[in-house]
Protein backbone atom coordinates (compact mmCIF):
# COMPACT_ATOMS: atom_id res chain seq x y z
CA UNK A 1 0.00 0.00 0.00
CA UNK A 2 2.74 2.21 0.67
CA UNK A 3 4.36 2.01 -2.49
CA UNK A 4 1.23 2.30 -3.92
CA UNK A 5 0.71 5.52 -2.72
CA UNK A 6 3.94 6.83 -3.69
CA UNK A 7 3.75 5.57 -7.08
CA UNK A 8 0.23 7.07 -7.40
CA UNK A 9 1.25 10.93 -6.26
CA UNK A 10 4.51 10.65 -8.48
CA UNK A 11 2.25 10.03 -11.24
CA UNK A 12 0.11 12.52 -10.28
CA UNK A 13 3.39 14.86 -10.23
CA UNK A 14 4.90 14.21 -13.33
CA UNK A 15 1.85 14.23 -15.25
CA UNK A 16 0.27 17.65 -13.97
CA UNK A 17 3.07 19.32 -12.32
CA UNK A 18 6.44 17.98 -14.65
CA UNK A 19 5.18 17.56 -17.71
CA UNK A 20 3.18 20.80 -18.21
CA UNK A 21 6.26 22.65 -16.93
CA UNK A 22 8.65 21.03 -19.39
CA UNK A 23 6.32 21.65 -22.32
CA UNK A 24 6.76 25.31 -21.44
CA UNK A 25 10.32 25.72 -21.98
CA UNK A 26 10.36 23.10 -25.02
CA UNK A 27 7.35 25.97 -26.67
CA UNK A 28 9.36 28.36 -25.83
CA UNK A 29 12.31 27.11 -27.60
CA UNK A 30 10.48 25.85 -29.98
CA UNK A 31 11.50 28.33 -32.61
CA UNK A 32 15.16 28.23 -31.60
CA UNK A 33 17.44 30.68 -29.20
CA UNK A 34 17.29 33.53 -32.08
CA UNK A 35 13.08 33.85 -31.59
CA UNK A 36 13.27 33.44 -27.96
CA UNK A 37 15.30 36.11 -27.30
CA UNK A 38 13.53 38.24 -30.01
CA UNK A 39 10.07 37.66 -28.08
CA UNK A 40 11.25 38.53 -24.84
CA UNK A 41 13.37 42.02 -25.94
CA UNK A 42 10.25 43.05 -28.11
CA UNK A 43 9.46 46.59 -26.98
CA UNK A 44 5.80 45.50 -25.42
CA UNK A 45 7.58 42.36 -23.86
CA UNK A 46 10.55 44.82 -22.31
CA UNK A 47 7.68 47.52 -21.30
CA UNK A 48 5.66 44.58 -19.31
CA UNK A 49 8.98 43.06 -17.63
CA UNK A 50 9.50 46.32 -16.38
CA UNK A 51 5.95 47.38 -15.42
CA UNK A 52 5.73 43.62 -13.35
CA UNK A 53 9.26 44.11 -11.60
CA UNK A 54 7.87 47.82 -10.56
CA UNK A 55 4.61 46.58 -8.74
CA UNK A 56 6.62 43.69 -7.32
CA UNK A 57 9.02 46.14 -5.77
CA UNK A 58 6.30 48.82 -4.50
CA UNK A 59 4.46 46.09 -3.16
CA UNK A 60 7.09 43.61 -1.43
CA UNK A 61 8.23 46.28 0.99
CA UNK A 62 5.02 47.54 1.91
CA UNK A 63 3.67 44.08 2.29
CA UNK A 64 6.80 43.51 4.43
CA UNK A 65 6.41 46.43 6.78
CA UNK A 66 2.90 45.46 7.47
CA UNK A 67 3.53 41.93 7.81
CA UNK A 68 6.05 42.23 10.77
CA UNK A 69 3.66 45.28 12.14
CA UNK A 70 0.95 42.65 12.17
CA UNK A 71 2.88 39.44 13.14
CA UNK A 72 4.12 41.06 15.89
CA UNK A 73 1.33 42.82 17.07
CA UNK A 74 -1.08 39.66 17.00
CA UNK A 75 1.81 37.11 18.41
CA UNK A 76 2.90 39.29 21.38
CA UNK A 77 0.27 41.36 22.54
CA UNK A 78 -3.49 40.97 23.63
CA UNK A 79 -6.20 43.83 22.51
CA UNK A 80 -9.47 44.97 21.33
CA UNK A 81 -9.92 44.10 17.60
CA UNK A 82 -7.25 41.14 17.43
CA UNK A 83 -9.87 38.78 16.07
CA UNK A 84 -11.08 40.85 13.49
CA UNK A 85 -7.29 41.85 12.23
CA UNK A 86 -6.89 38.44 11.78
CA UNK A 87 -10.06 38.06 9.69
CA UNK A 88 -9.08 40.91 8.01
CA UNK A 89 -5.80 39.34 6.68
CA UNK A 90 -7.35 36.28 5.68
CA UNK A 91 -9.96 38.32 3.70
CA UNK A 92 -7.56 38.37 0.10
CA UNK A 93 -7.55 34.58 0.84
CA UNK A 94 -11.42 33.96 0.33
CA UNK A 95 -12.14 36.30 -2.16
CA UNK A 96 -11.63 36.23 -5.78
CA UNK A 97 -9.08 38.14 -7.21
CA UNK A 98 -11.41 39.16 -10.10
CA UNK A 99 -14.07 40.46 -7.05
CA UNK A 100 -11.39 42.46 -5.50
CA UNK A 101 -10.69 44.04 -9.10
CA UNK A 102 -14.29 44.84 -9.33
CA UNK A 103 -14.45 46.37 -6.02
CA UNK A 104 -11.24 48.43 -6.70
CA UNK A 105 -12.98 50.10 -10.09
CA UNK A 106 -16.40 50.48 -7.74
CA UNK A 107 -14.52 52.72 -5.88
CA UNK A 108 -11.65 54.11 -8.01
CA UNK A 109 -13.68 53.88 -11.50
CA UNK A 110 -14.54 56.82 -13.09
CA UNK A 111 -18.44 56.32 -12.04
CA UNK A 112 -16.94 54.89 -8.70
CA UNK A 113 -17.39 56.37 -5.34
CA UNK A 114 -14.56 58.47 -5.66
CA UNK A 115 -14.20 58.73 -9.25
CA UNK A 116 -15.71 62.05 -9.11
CA UNK A 117 -12.91 63.38 -6.61
CA UNK A 118 -10.20 61.65 -8.60
CA UNK A 119 -10.98 63.39 -11.65
CA UNK A 120 -11.26 66.82 -10.35
CA UNK A 121 -7.72 66.44 -8.97
CA UNK A 122 -6.08 64.82 -12.42
CA UNK A 123 -5.84 61.68 -10.42
CA UNK A 124 -5.92 58.21 -12.55
CA UNK A 125 -6.18 54.99 -10.76
CA UNK A 126 -8.13 52.58 -12.77
CA UNK A 127 -6.28 51.35 -16.20
CA UNK A 128 -3.02 53.21 -15.01
CA UNK A 129 -0.25 52.00 -12.85
CA UNK A 130 -1.60 53.20 -9.44
CA UNK A 131 -4.80 50.72 -9.94
CA UNK A 132 -2.12 47.43 -10.78
CA UNK A 133 -0.24 48.47 -7.79
CA UNK A 134 -3.37 48.44 -5.07
CA UNK A 135 -4.88 45.56 -6.76
CA UNK A 136 -1.69 43.29 -6.73
CA UNK A 137 -1.03 44.55 -2.50
CA UNK A 138 -4.88 43.82 -1.82
CA UNK A 139 -4.01 40.03 -2.79
CA UNK A 140 -0.75 39.67 -1.63
CA UNK A 141 -0.76 41.74 1.92
CA UNK A 142 -1.45 38.50 3.82
CA UNK A 143 1.83 36.22 2.79
CA UNK A 144 4.14 37.98 5.62
CA UNK A 145 2.47 37.94 7.87
CA UNK A 146 0.82 34.78 7.80
CA UNK A 147 4.24 33.27 7.38
CA UNK A 148 5.40 35.16 10.88
CA UNK A 149 2.39 34.95 13.26
CA UNK A 150 2.85 31.30 13.92
CA UNK A 151 6.34 31.35 14.10
CA UNK A 152 6.60 34.37 16.37
CA UNK A 153 3.69 32.80 18.26
CA UNK A 154 6.29 29.44 18.56
CA UNK A 155 9.19 30.94 19.57
CA UNK A 156 7.30 33.07 22.32
CA UNK A 157 7.97 36.07 24.10
CA UNK A 158 10.60 34.87 26.37
CA UNK A 159 13.55 36.51 24.80
CA UNK A 160 12.35 39.61 24.63
CA UNK A 161 11.31 39.80 28.33
CA UNK A 162 14.67 39.20 28.87
CA UNK A 163 16.06 41.91 27.28
CA UNK A 164 13.66 44.62 28.77
CA UNK A 165 14.44 43.47 31.74
CA UNK A 166 18.07 44.06 31.03
CA UNK A 167 17.50 47.36 30.28
CA UNK A 168 16.71 47.76 26.14
CA UNK A 169 14.43 49.60 25.14
CA UNK A 170 11.26 48.57 22.89
CA UNK A 171 13.10 49.24 19.30
CA UNK A 172 16.23 47.53 20.76
CA UNK A 173 14.61 44.18 21.55
CA UNK A 174 12.88 44.47 18.38
CA UNK A 175 15.87 44.95 16.16
CA UNK A 176 18.32 42.74 18.45
CA UNK A 177 15.66 40.17 19.59
CA UNK A 178 12.67 39.67 17.66
CA UNK A 179 13.71 39.99 14.22
CA UNK A 180 16.56 37.94 14.12
CA UNK A 181 14.39 34.95 15.64
CA UNK A 182 12.69 34.97 12.58
CA UNK A 183 14.83 36.51 9.76
CA UNK A 184 14.29 32.96 7.72
CA UNK A 185 10.15 33.01 7.41
CA UNK A 186 10.44 36.65 6.85
CA UNK A 187 12.56 35.82 4.03
CA UNK A 188 10.47 33.01 2.90
CA UNK A 189 7.26 35.18 3.67
CA UNK A 190 8.77 37.74 1.20
CA UNK A 191 9.64 35.32 -1.86
CA UNK A 192 6.31 33.89 -1.46
CA UNK A 193 4.71 37.50 -1.45
CA UNK A 194 7.05 38.42 -4.36
CA UNK A 195 6.16 35.48 -6.49
CA UNK A 196 2.45 36.09 -6.31
CA UNK A 197 3.17 40.38 -6.93
CA UNK A 198 4.75 39.30 -10.28
CA UNK A 199 2.47 36.14 -11.40
CA UNK A 200 -1.08 37.90 -10.24
CA UNK A 201 -3.31 37.87 -13.18
CA UNK A 202 -6.72 38.50 -12.23
CA UNK A 203 -7.43 41.06 -10.15
CA UNK A 204 -4.89 42.97 -12.61
CA UNK A 205 -6.64 41.98 -15.37
CA UNK A 206 -9.65 44.03 -14.16
CA UNK A 207 -8.01 46.75 -13.41
CA UNK A 208 -5.34 47.32 -16.37
CA UNK A 209 -7.46 47.94 -19.30
CA UNK A 210 -4.63 45.73 -21.15
CA UNK A 211 -3.07 48.70 -22.75
CA UNK A 212 -0.14 47.56 -24.60
CA UNK A 213 2.89 48.95 -23.47
CA UNK A 214 1.62 50.54 -20.91
CA UNK A 215 -0.34 48.58 -18.54
CA UNK A 216 0.18 45.26 -19.40
CA UNK A 217 2.08 42.91 -17.01
CA UNK A 218 3.70 39.77 -17.69
CA UNK A 219 0.81 37.47 -17.10
CA UNK A 220 -1.44 39.92 -19.06
CA UNK A 221 1.12 39.98 -22.05
CA UNK A 222 1.07 36.23 -22.16
CA UNK A 223 -2.51 35.86 -22.48
CA UNK A 224 -2.44 38.83 -25.36
CA UNK A 225 0.33 36.94 -27.12
CA UNK A 226 -1.40 33.20 -26.98
CA UNK A 227 -4.93 35.34 -28.07
CA UNK A 228 -2.49 36.63 -31.47
CA UNK A 229 -2.26 33.16 -32.02
CA UNK A 230 1.46 33.63 -31.23
CA UNK A 231 2.04 30.33 -29.06
CA UNK A 232 6.06 30.76 -28.96
CA UNK A 233 6.40 33.92 -27.85
CA UNK A 234 3.82 33.60 -25.22
CA UNK A 235 5.59 30.93 -24.02
CA UNK A 236 8.46 33.11 -23.99
CA UNK A 237 6.87 35.25 -21.64
CA UNK A 238 5.75 32.36 -19.45
CA UNK A 239 8.62 30.74 -19.05
CA UNK A 240 10.49 33.41 -17.08
CA UNK A 241 7.53 33.49 -14.86
CA UNK A 242 7.78 29.41 -15.01
CA UNK A 243 11.59 30.25 -13.97
CA UNK A 244 10.40 32.12 -11.00
CA UNK A 245 8.44 29.27 -9.68
CA UNK A 246 10.97 27.32 -9.80
CA UNK A 247 13.65 29.50 -8.10
CA UNK A 248 11.05 30.01 -5.29
CA UNK A 249 9.96 26.55 -4.50
CA UNK A 250 13.96 25.80 -3.97
CA UNK A 251 14.44 28.53 -1.87
CA UNK A 252 11.24 27.95 0.02
CA UNK A 253 12.37 23.99 0.68
CA UNK A 254 15.75 25.83 1.79
CA UNK A 255 14.19 28.35 4.42
CA UNK A 256 11.63 25.57 5.62
CA UNK A 257 14.29 23.53 6.42
CA UNK A 258 16.38 26.37 8.03
CA UNK A 259 13.46 27.54 9.72
CA UNK A 260 12.90 23.75 11.36
CA UNK A 261 15.89 23.81 12.03
CA UNK A 262 16.06 26.90 13.90
CA UNK A 263 13.36 26.09 16.07
CA UNK A 264 13.54 22.85 17.05
CA UNK A 265 17.06 24.06 18.23
CA UNK A 266 15.12 26.81 20.14
CA UNK A 267 13.12 24.42 21.67
CA UNK A 268 15.79 21.94 22.45
CA UNK A 269 17.56 25.18 24.33
CA UNK A 270 14.55 26.00 26.01
CA UNK A 271 14.04 22.96 27.35
CA UNK A 272 17.77 22.16 28.95
CA UNK A 273 17.72 23.13 32.17
CA UNK A 274 20.49 23.66 34.73
CA UNK A 275 20.73 20.01 36.72
CA UNK A 276 21.26 20.49 40.48
CA UNK A 277 24.22 18.44 41.42
CA UNK A 278 23.45 16.31 45.26
CA UNK A 279 25.70 17.40 47.47
CA UNK A 280 28.54 14.61 48.31
CA UNK A 281 28.36 12.56 51.44
CA UNK A 282 31.21 12.54 53.22
CA UNK A 283 31.50 9.26 55.09
CA UNK A 284 34.27 10.74 57.76
CA UNK A 285 32.38 13.81 59.15
CA UNK A 286 30.29 13.75 62.18
CA UNK A 287 26.20 13.28 61.83
CA UNK A 288 25.93 15.25 65.28
CA UNK A 289 24.87 18.82 64.70
Known amino acids: MRRLLIAIALAFSAVFLLLPLVNVFAQALSRGWAYYVDSLAHPDS ?7 LLTSLICVPLNVLFGIAAAWAIAKFDFSGKSLLITLI ?7 PVVAGLMLVVLFGAQGFLGAWLREH ?8 PGIVIATLFVTFPFVARELIPLMQAIGSEQEQAALTLGASGWQTFWHVTLPSVKWGLLYGVILCNARAMG ?9 GHITGLTDTMPLRVEKLYNEYNAAAAFAVAS ?5 ALVTLAIKTM ?3 KTRRELALAQTIGSVAPVEQPEKFDSNASNTP
Open 90 to 96: DLPFSVS
Open 255 to 257: LEW
Open 240 to 244: LLALL
Open 122 to 129: DIKVIFAV
Open 200 to 208: EFGAVSVVS
Open 46 to 52: LAAIRLT
